[in-house]
């Protein structure tokens, strides 16, 4: 029931103020009503917060700069991906530390 009340004011409230609401709620320094929200969200989402440079939710003064924080090195997977032109060939590199991967399928492959 509730999660269709919300869902029926998403459709009633006009998509840009709600945008522009819910950027100001993000960016709000708020201290401890910040932190205690940020607390609830680590929580609710079970946030590996062991991963990220500084683990006390205490120093993101904004929900923000919570969802930007620095991680640890070599705590997550990160992609990257090129393309060539020359030989029209996609190359999806995963690396994490020192290992790699690499996914290159041809262009017949894809059609």
Known sequence: ML??????????????????????????????????IIRWFINQYKIDMSEARNPDPAAYPTFNQFFVR??????????????????????????RSNQRRSFI???RSLL
């Open 3 to 36: 999660d269709n009340l919300k869902i029926g004011l998403q459709y009633c409230t006009p998509k840009h103020a709600l945008t522009r609401l819910v950027g100001k709620i993000a960016a709000f320094e708020g201290g401890k009503l910040t932190t205690a």
């Open 70 to 95: 620095e991680l640890k090195d070599g705590a997550r997977l990160s992609m990257a991906t090129a393309t060539s032109s020359r030989t029209q060939q996609m190359h999806v590199l995963a690396t």
């Open 105 to 107: 399928p041809s262009k």
